[in-house]
């Protein structure tokens, strides 16, 4: 029975404690254990400020921890060459390389020079995908021989 009624004591104790370490005489916080030494309004403003911002960013980075799996659209322009389906790719992660296509017609030929995003080539080894993107095959075009003396198609 003694221990209890020492127990609670204690725990009353620490209780009166911890209340006058975060209240001042006005019921402000004080930001110090001792209650002897005073700061300015805009102190303490200051300082409940940042303890509120420190705060505020712990709940959101301790939110929920299931977060939704995002994934993206990778489209694929052959600029004429045959349709590509487009493909879901999980964010921050590389997109497979499709079959390379072919492009001809009766004046020229073309050489396929890659996939590009913008002005830049798409390197399927290390480029991640980060939102809804269309990557668009690039040519080279080349004409045809012709003879003039052969007899045209």
């Known amino acids: 029975m003694k221990k209890k009624a020492l127990l609670a004591l204690l725990l009353a104790f620490i209780m009166v404690g911890a209340t006058a370490c ?9 930001g110090s254990i001792s209650n002897t030494a005073t700061a300015t309004d805009s102190d303490t403003d200051s300082e409940s400020n940042s303890a509120t911002d420190s705060e ?4 959101t980075d301790s939110g929920s921890s299931e977060e939704k799996e995002v994934y993206y659209t990778v489209n694929f322009d052959t600029d004429g ?13 590389l997109v497979s390389e499709p079959t390379s296509p072919n492009k001809t017609n009766t004046e020229c030929d073309y050489t396929f020079l890659g996939w590009y995003y913008g002005e830049e080539q798409w390197d ?3 480029d991640v995908v980060t939102g809804d993107i269309t990557l668009v095959a690039h040519w080279k ?10 007899p045209k198609d």
């Open 22 to 30: 975060y209240a001042n005489e006005d019921g402000q916080p004080s």
């Open 56 to 59: 505020d960013s712990s709940a």
């Open 81 to 93: 060459a045959g349709d590509i389906s487009p493909v879901q790719v999980l964010a921050g992660e």
């Open 124 to 126: 399927f080894a290390n």
């Open 141 to 150: 075009e080349e004409a045809k021989y012709s003879d003039p003396f052969l």
